[in-house]
């Protein structure tokens, strides 16, 4: 990992987010974050820790049904690394699936193609919900929002373009040949810039196979799809209810729905890989649209520095003290992924 670009794009994050502070005002943000009920905030913090024991749960179903072996404990500790290493590295937040793979084949002793195939399995099941609810909460804000042309506009070619994304990503995980055919184009786009990515494309021609194969698999067990897209909706809900509980230490009452929108449109956001966890581009968004709803911006602001601290930055410390335990080498793996995250990004 390249941990200067990573300091330096995290400085600019927090930078941009100071600025935010500083225009909108840090005595009435101070007064603001003041009045929080901390009974409410000990909540949140509950809520996001269920949300991460939920998410562990379904990577260990997964885990099961390809007959991985694994520990609790040592698989919550790769998720929590895992979605550190998603907030440090600015690669469509994807960064932590190759090491959580890689970490998981060393402690189990299994081929890393199929502790991948776990690990993107696990994405699909967390990344088609959030695809679908991504799409009612931009119909949610064209509806209840007064927006602009422009901004109508972009939001209309966001949902339109979300409806093709998702009819693509099941396409790819179904069809071999397309699905091979996009791999060797995406590597001579590549290989128009650099030839040092010759010696992944036959690794990941060989990993898609073996991840569509595990899919079609994983698919087969009724039980296994049924209890993971419950666990899925139930974490994308349990994250809406942790903002719901943050506003509510501040005495504002939020509209569940109005938080989707928010935190739905907020996270695509976050995707882009530009900052290393959407540092400056979620929290901006989310002071944006809040303040639009009508809450006050200084509320806006210390609800979100809030919610930020419980979902970012306490996962991202706790990752942190948790990768030397596994070793360096872990790290490492974000190269692998990098050499050709152009291809899962397309896919995830």
Known sequence: MD?????ILLAVGILILAVMVLIIGPDQIISALKTANIYYVILAVIVQFIILILWNTRWSIICKSLDIPHGQVSLFAMTIIGLA?????????????????????????????????????????????????????????????????TLFLLLLISLVLFVLALAFIILLCFNETIAINTVKWVFRLIKRFTNKVDKYEETVLTSLVGFQSNLKYLLKDKRLLLIASLISFLVWFLELLRVFIVFQAFGVNVSLGMIAAVFLVSSLIGV???????????????????SMAGISASISTAATLIERMISLWMVLVLGVILIPFFGAGALDQVWFFNAHKLFFLIIF
């Open 85 to 149: 290493i998603n907030d440090l590295t600015p690669s469509g937040r994807s960064g932590g699936e190759p090491v959580r793979a890689y970490i998981l084949s060393k402690q189990s002793n299994e081929d890393f193609k199929t502790t991948f195939a776990s690990v993107m399995g696990d994405k699909i099941f967390d990344t088609v919900p959030f695809m679908v609810l991504a799409i009612f909460a931009i119909a949610y804000l064209m509806t209840y929002f007064n927006l602009g042309a």
């Open 3 to 7: 941990y200067k670009k990573v300091g």
């Open 272 to 290: 882009i890989p530009l900052l290393p966890g959407g540092l400056g581009s979620i929290d901006g968004v989310m002071i944006l649209l809040y």
